[in-house]
C-alpha cells in the first residue's frame, strides 16, 4: 500500500503545480459530464488530504510518462472520484485533470477509517 508520505508528498506536488499554474484539463474531461467549474474543481484540489486517497499511482493508459492517483472526496454529500495525472518536467510538477465527477461506484477510501 502506498504510504501516507507518499500521497503527502504527491498532494504538496499537485498544489505547487496549481500555484504555478502547470495544470491542464484533459479533453477527456470535457467529454462527461461535468458538475464542477474549473475554478471549483481546483478549490476541492488544494484541499486534498491523505484521507482521500483512494488508490495509486499506476501509470496512464496513453503510456506516457507520469502517475495517475484517483482519490475521493466528500462533496457537499456527494462522493466525487478524481483522477490527476502528475508529471515532473525539468524540476517543475505538473498536473492533469483526466476526471473529476460524481463517483459511479462505493470508493475505498484506506486511511479515512
Known amino acids: 500500500m502506498t504510504s501516507i508520505d507518499e500521497i503527502n508528498k504527491v498532494i504538496v506536488d499537485i ?13 477527456r474531461m470535457d467529454k462527461t459530464k ?8 481546483i478549490k ?8 482521500d486517497y483512494h488508490k495509486g499511482p499506476e501509470g496512464d493508459r496513453d503510456s506516457s510518462q507520469g502517475e495517475v492517483w ?7 454529500s456527494e462522493q466525487i472520484y478524481i483522477k490527476v495525472k502528475l508529471q515532473n518536467k525539468a524540476g517543475l510538477s505538473f498536473v492533469k485533470i483526466i476526471s473529476f465527477h460524481p463517483a459511479i461506484y462505493d470508493m475505498d477510501l484506506p486511511y479515512d477509517k
Open 34 to 41: 461535468v458538475t464542477f467549474s474549473k475554478k471549483a474543481a
Open 70 to 76: 484517483i482519490f475521493g472526496k466528500k462533496i457537499n
Open 15 to 27: 498544489n505547487m503545480a496549481i500555484v504555478s499554474k502547470n495544470i491542464v484539463f484533459v479533453s
Open 44 to 51: 476541492e484540489l488544494n484541499s486534498l488530504t491523505c484521507k
